[in-house]
Nanobody
Framework: QVQLVESGGGLVQAGGSLRLSCAAS????????MGWFRQAPGKEREFAAA????????VYADSVKGRFTISRDNAKNTVSLQMNSLKPEDTADYYC?????????????????WGKGTLVTVSS
């Protein structure tokens, strides 16, 4: 069982930056691929980024590539998402998720545990 709690959301102007953090409970954090997903109002949840168990490999959605950076600290049981050059279309609830199998990092259905989300609002 893994419990995830996101923090760091807020209101920022376009072009600004935010850093989201996700704290995980449990002693097996390093056994999970970790991902960030987002859901804008009226839209489906979409993949943003994911990172391997060791942190040595990361993948990104095309919409955030070059602007967002995912990282993890297995000693502290945390995963972060650094978001730079934010755009109004980045406005969404952002969710941290944990995937035990690691079979498909891009699909929300593959993830076993989810946080409750943190809201990011980017004003134009």
């Amino acid at each position: 069982q893994v419990q995830l709690v996101e923090s760091g959301g807020g209101l920022v102007q376009a072009g600004g930056s935010l850093r989201l953090s996700c704290a995980a409970s449990g002693r097996t954090f390093s056994a999970y691929v970790m991902g960030w997903f987002r859901q804008a109002p009226g839209k489906e949840r979409e993949f943003a980024a994911a990172i391997s168990r060791t942190g040595g490999n990361a993948v990104y959605a095309d919409s955030v590539k070059g602007r967002f950076t995912i990282s993890r600290d297995n000693a502290k049981n945390t995963v972060s998402l650094q978001m730079n050059s934010l755009k109004p279309e980045d406005t969404a609830d952002y969710y941290c998720a944990a995937d035990r199998s690691g079979s498909n990092w891009y699909h929300a259905d593959e993830y076993d545990y989810w946080g409750k989300g943190t809201l990011v609002t980017v004003s134009s």
